[in-house]
């Protein structure tokens, strides 16, 4: 399978490669040159199978030649070994024909371990047959951060180093971040904010001799091996649920599109998708651009569901590209009007197409607090507050469609990971799952640095092994 970039002046590239690069060098971010079928019957027989083998099957087209199908399922199995449920993303029925399919018990308790989990495994796996070693910076509000460092642990040729604003996550997410004791996972608390710590990683990015040096790669959430590995819980779910002779709706907590632009991409591949809705917060830039064409930036407000907190949605660009049949002249021309003037207008085309194949609804902190309230009343089923805006956005987008259809909230993360949000709504603090009750008192190792790049750089350049010869 080849790669083009959304911006059509990057060179084609294998998975493999797509895999370690990440961005594109035009800026644009890398889509399949087309997407794989599955037919009827392949969708049919997932239901019932074990979750790492129907993501072999849903995986290994978009891998092609770059790895063998049984190392694929080997990285498969162990990555979803580490998930606390056998069936690693089970469906709980909630409703009449309403389910919520659990992506959050991974190992940070958040739906980003799906795809990390697989995507450090890949990482190490093509850098091992290229012997090659990679380092890995991030910055993080709080989520991505732990998902990273925890998928990473131990791996043999990836070293990963996670900026945190120091004293501004929560402790839960600190310690996912700090109690991994293997040498190749390091946390580095930033004496500033987030936005520091972002624009330091840009920083090192763009300082080449250093990038080279330590050979930079990133983990965000344009790397197309994450959305790839999210696209198999659509298909689990909606085989379980009696796809291919079934249509099912999906309800997606969104913020950088790229869940929601893996569900797109399984209805590409044949699933019988009916309605895939764009479940927003109080950042709603993207029901505002469904309802009036236009994709303009405002602030960003802070809510119960900072995992949504966003201004942009990267993963849009890959859907402005698709829905333009692939006029990256277009998107090119829209992503510079987005830089310069902070909008853009979509194509008539594209406007209607994007109609057709979402509908999207915002929750405000009023309706996120009633709809988990409701649901726990009605269901005795806690959902947080990203879910609680998947469960929200029904209500609008699903209520005058055909309702054998069955509907599907994504929950995208565990109550017990904003406890203090949840006790404010219920007057609960939720418990954390037995297998991370040492969480709050393992030994925690990171140091505290100035927010100063030169000596981040140090720091990195001291204790990553890429480029260096004392790893021996
Ligand atoms: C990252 C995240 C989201 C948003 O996912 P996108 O792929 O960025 O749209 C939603 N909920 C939680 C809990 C998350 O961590």
């Given at each position: 399978m080849k790669y083009v970039s959304t911006r059509g002046e990057a060179p084609i590239l294998n998975f493999e490669e797509v895999l370690l690069a990440g961005l594109a060098r035009d800026g644009g971010l890398y889509v399949p040159e087309r997407w794989p079928q599955l037919d009827a019957a392949k969708i049919a027989s997932f239901a019932g199978r074990p979750f790492a083998e129907t993501a072999v099957e849903?995986?290994?087209?978009?891998?092609?030649?770059?790895?063998?199908r049984e190392a694929l399922l080997e990285m498969s199995r162990d990555a979803y070994a580490s998930f606390g449920h056998a069936a690693v993303t089970p469906l709980i029925q909630i409703d009449t024909n309403r389910f919520v399919l659990e992506l959050f018990h991974g190992p940070t308790l958040?739906?980003?371990?799906?795809?990390?989990?697989?995507?450090?495994?890949?990482?190490?796996?093509?850098?091992?047959?290229?012997?090659?070693?990679a380092t890995i910076i991030g910055a993080t509000s709080g989520d991505t951060g732990g998902a990273a460092i925890e998928a990473f642990r131990g791996t043999s040729n990836v070293d990963v180093f996670i900026l945190f604003p120091d004293g501004r996550v929560s402790d839960v997410q600190r310690r996912m971040m700090t109690t991994p004791s293997e040498s190749n996972v390091h946390a580095i608390a930033v004496r500033g904010t987030f936005d520091d710590c972002q624009a330091l990683?840009?920083?090192?990015?763009?300082?080449?001799?250093?990038?080279?040096?330590?050979?930079?790669?990133?983990?965000?959430?344009?790397?197309?091996?994450?959305?790839?590995?999210?696209?198999?819980?659509?298909?689990?779910?909606?085989?379980?649920l009696g796809s291919p002779h079934r249509r099912v709706s999906f309800s997606v907590p969104t913020g950088n599109f790229g869940d929601i632009f893996a569900g797109y991409g399984a209805k590409r591949m044949g699933?019988?998708?009916?309605?895939?809705?764009?479940?927003?917060?109080?950042?709603?830039?993207?029901?505002?651009?469904?309802?009036?064409?236009t994709y303009e930036t405002r602030g960003v407000v802070a809510t119960t569901s900072p995992s949504m907190d966003i201004q942009v949605s990267s993963n849009f660009?890959?859907?402005?590209?698709?829905?333009?049949?692939?006029?990256?002249?277009?998107?090119?021309?829209?992503?510079?009007?987005?830089?310069q003037a902070g909008r853009f207008e979509l194509e008539g085309?594209?406007?209607?197409?994007?109609?057709v194949d979402f509908a999207a609804a915002s929750a405000g902190e009023d309706d996120?607090?009633?709809?988990?309230?409701?649901?726990?009343?009605?269901?005795?089923?806690?959902?947080?507050?990203h879910t609680a805006c998947g469960v929200h956005a029904l209500k609008y987008c699903l209520n005058d469609s055909d309702q054998t259809v069955p509907q599907v909230v994504l929950a995208t993360a565990h109550p017990a990971k904003f406890p203090d949000a949840m006790e404010a709504i219920?007057?609960?603090?939720?418990?954390?799952?037995e297998r991370l009750k040492s969480l709050m008192s393992d030994k925690e190792r990171f140091p505290v640095l100035d927010n100063d790049q030169a000596v981040i750089e140090t720091y990195i350049e001291n204790n990553a092994r890429a480029g260096t010869d004392n790893h021996a």
């Open positions: 849903v995986i290994h087209p978009f891998v092609g030649t770059s790895v063998g958040a739906f980003k371990d799906v795809a990390m989990q697989l995507l450090a495994r890949l990482m190490d796996h093509v850098l091992q047959k290229r012997a090659g070693r990683v840009k920083g090192m990015f763009n300082h080449h001799a250093f990038r080279d040096r330590v050979q930079l790669s990133g983990v965000n959430s344009i790397n197309w091996a994450r959305i790839v590995a999210q696209i198999t819980y659509y298909f689990v779910a909606a085989a379980a699933l019988p998708i009916d309605r895939l809705v764009i479940a927003s917060n109080e950042n709603d830039i993207l029901p505002r651009t469904l309802e009036s064409a660009e890959r859907y402005l590209y698709e829905a333009s049949n692939r006029e990256s002249s277009g998107v090119r021309r829209q992503m510079d009007s987005l830089k085309q594209v406007a209607s197409a994007m109609r996120v607090a009633r709809t988990v309230r409701k649901v726990l009343e009605d269901s005795q089923y806690l959902v947080e507050p219920t007057g609960q603090r939720p418990k954390l799952p």
